[in-house]
């Protein structure tokens, strides 16, 4: 089987332009543990699109190199074309990942993630948070700035960030509506959510037909400078202790997000031993660099049996192990 993997920021999406360090260090740490990864498989052979200002010195083993100089989606349909599956990943900001899904689609190759349709709802904070409000599903209050027409009380101060953006870039943290409306304008579309104190966490999901399966209960390194926030890392599977409420939520989101297929990571915020959803992302997170370590298992085998196998895991966390992954 011939696999494609495009991971935009090192694969050429940016290309032209410069290469925005932290996000360009987590997807060379995504990148370099799928590979590895998916080496372990056989009969696979692998493609990777590549900014062709990159070398591979860091990858091991056999791996066909598509460089990539400009117009990343033509050249992105253009490399699909001669192989049979691909896993996209790409932010969800301007919708390249969405794009870049439906291109897979249009080809008639197997796309390893989610649909462009769950894709695309998720995208947007405002349309994650109405949609799980409205089927009673814990997330975190979120408005768009643009319709605040009456001040807004909160105790610990807001959150202003992008309706459509990664990590935590553009994410800031305010103490009064003043401030709200100054960051607002370094933002596109903004939304504005309170800011809620408790234990930052992410989820790493598997996903298939309505159901899922955890297979990371992580922590997430959250760090503030000069009222912006940072993303630091993870501590893969650190929170399996509040494992009973994030299988709960995990099952809740799949069932009114279909869509969702593969890998899928959700942000949550924990507080009052209860799991808050913050954001969902339809696409490998960094959390995957260190997840085999810590489950003991290969991630890409389990992924192949929910796509060709057309059946979910079992897992059996108590074997997990927290394993830090730095940014």
């Given at each position: 089987?011939?696999?494609?993997?495009?991971?935009?920021?090192?694969?050429?999406?940016?290309?032209?332009?410069?290469?925005?360090?932290?996000?360009?260090?987590?997807?060379?740490?995504?990148?370099?543990?799928?590979?590895?990864?998916?080496?372990?498989?056989?009969?696979?052979?692998?493609?990777?699109?590549?900014?062709?200002?990159?070398?591979?010195?860091?990858?091991?083993?056999?791996?066909?190199?598509?460089?990539?100089?400009?117009?990343?989606?033509?050249?992105?349909?253009?490399?699909?074309?001669?192989?049979?599956?691909?896993?996209?990943?790409?932010?969800?900001?301007?919708?390249?990942?969405?794009?870049?899904?439906?291109?897979?689609?249009?080809?008639?190759?197997?796309?390893?993630?989610?649909?462009?349709?769950?894709?695309?709802?998720?995208?947007?904070?405002?349309?994650?948070?109405?949609?799980?409000?409205?089927?009673?599903?814990?997330?975190?209050?979120?408005?768009?700035?643009?319709?605040?027409?009456?001040?807004?009380?909160?105790?610990?101060?807001?959150?202003?960030?992008?309706?459509?953006?990664?990590?935590?870039?553009?994410?800031?943290?305010?103490?009064?509506?003043?401030?709200?409306?100054?960051?607002?304008?370094?933002?596109?579309?903004?939304?504005?959510?309170?800011?809620?104190?408790?234990?930052?966490?992410?989820?790493?999901?598997?996903?298939?037909?309505?159901?899922?399966?955890?297979?990371?209960?992580?922590?997430?390194?959250?760090e503030m400078q000069n009222h912006c926030l940072h993303y630091a890392?993870?501590?893969?599977?650190?929170?399996?202790?509040?494992?009973?409420?994030?299988?709960?939520?995990?099952?809740?989101?799949?069932?009114?997000?279909?869509?969702?297929?593969?890998?899928?990571?959700?942000?949550?915020?924990?507080?009052?031993?209860?799991?808050?959803?913050?954001?969902?992302?339809?696409?490998?997170?960094?959390?995957?660099?260190?997840?085999?370590?810590?489950?003991?298992q290969n991630p890409v085998q389990l992924l192949f049996d929910l796509?060709?196998?057309?059946?979910?895991?079992?897992?059996?966390?108590?074997?997990?192990?927290?394993?830090?992954?730095?940014?």
């Amino acid at each position: 089987m011939k696999i494609l993997v495009s991971e935009f920021i090192t694969g050429g999406g940016l290309a032209g332009q410069a290469l925005p360090e932290s996000l360009f260090r987590e997807g060379e740490m995504m990148l370099a543990a799928l590979l590895s990864d998916l080496q372990e498989i056989t009969h696979v052979d692998l493609y990777i699109t590549r900014d062709a200002r990159l070398s591979l010195k860091d990858f091991s083993g056999r791996i066909n190199c598509y460089p990539v100089e400009g117009d990343y989606i033509g050249r992105f349909r253009e490399y699909c074309l001669g192989v049979d599956a691909v896993f996209p990943i790409a932010p969800e900001t301007d919708n390249v990942l969405e794009k870049v899904s439906a291109v897979v689609l249009e080809e008639g190759k197997c796309l390893l993630g989610s649909s462009p349709a769950a894709i695309q709802l998720t995208a947007s904070k405002m349309a994650t948070a109405k949609l799980l409000a409205e089927r009673q599903i814990r997330v975190v209050e979120t408005r768009l700035f643009s319709e605040l027409v009456e001040p807004w009380y909160s105790d610990t101060g807001w959150i202003v960030k992008p309706d459509q953006g990664v990590g935590c870039d553009h994410v800031f943290y305010c103490e009064s509506e003043d401030e709200i409306r100054c960051v607002a304008a370094k933002c596109k579309n903004p939304v504005v959510q309170p800011k809620l104190n408790g234990i930052h966490g992410s989820l790493s999901m598997l996903c298939h037909m309505g159901q899922g399966v955890v297979i990371g209960y992580n922590e997430q390194i959250i760090e503030m400078q000069n009222h912006c926030l940072h993303y630091a890392g993870t501590k893969v599977n650190a929170l399996t202790e509040f494992r009973d409420q994030l299988d709960e939520l995990a099952a809740s989101i799949c069932a009114v997000l279909p869509g969702l297929e593969g890998y899928v990571g959700v942000d949550v915020l924990i507080r009052d031993n209860e799991a808050i959803v913050m954001e969902i992302n339809p696409r490998m997170t960094t959390s995957y660099a260190a997840l085999g370590k810590s489950m003991g298992q290969n991630p890409v085998q389990l992924l192949f049996d929910l796509f060709f196998e057309r059946k979910l895991p079992e897992i059996d966390p108590s074997r997990f192990k927290p394993v830090e992954v730095r940014i």
